[in-house]
């Protein structure tokens, strides 16, 4: 029953950010740039530096990177109890600089709301890394005990 639990919560996981961010990757780099987002930012000194189509396309390759890096998780097993999670722990981190990038681009219209959605991704995305951390420091612990019998 551990087991199952175990995998189920990296099932999880996994589906919950590779489903979200491929998405999103796929259409900010294949898709124009869509309307709302240009008249949005148009007024911001972001529309000159970096660039509305830049920032878009970037928020993009951050998405991608972070579903490429997951897939390689899943591929090296790190899901597996016992594994280390370097794979699992760079993809969420790459979530939570995607994150961080969209709430700074809503901070610069005054999107409170979309601001405080960002803090609640943010947040959940760093007790997953936090669920992460737990998961390798308890089989650290399983092993040191294991070798010290």
């Known amino acids: 029953v ?6 189920v919560r990296y099932v999880a996981i996994y589906l919950l950010f590779i489903s979200i961010f491929v998405r999103g990757a796929i259409d900010k ?14 007024e911001t000194w972001a529309a ?24 390689i998780s899943v591929v090296t097993l790190e899901w597996l109890p016992g594994r280390a999670k370097a794979w699992a722990k760079l ?13 700074w681009g809503q901070q610069l219209i005054g999107a409170t709301e979309g601001i405080a959605n960002l803090w609640l991704y943010f947040g959940t995305a760093a007790a997953v890394l936090v669920v992460m951390q ?12 294991t070798a010290a019998r």
Not at 52 to 60: I, P, T, Y
Request: a negative charge; proline letters at 3%.
């Open 29 to 42: 780099l294949t898709k124009e740039v869509p309307q709302f987002f240009l008249d949005g930012w148009a």
């Open 91 to 103: 993809g969420v981190g790459l979530g939570l600089v995607l994150f961080m990038m969209l709430a």
């Open 48 to 71: 000159t530096f970096p660039g509305l189509e830049l920032s878009w396309r970037l928020a993009g390759v951050v998405e991608a990177s972070a579903v490429v890096v997951l897939i």
């Open 134 to 145: 737990l998961d390798e420091r308890a089989a650290a612990m399983t092993t040191e005990g």
């Open 2 to 7: 551990n087991m199952i639990g175990y995998v």
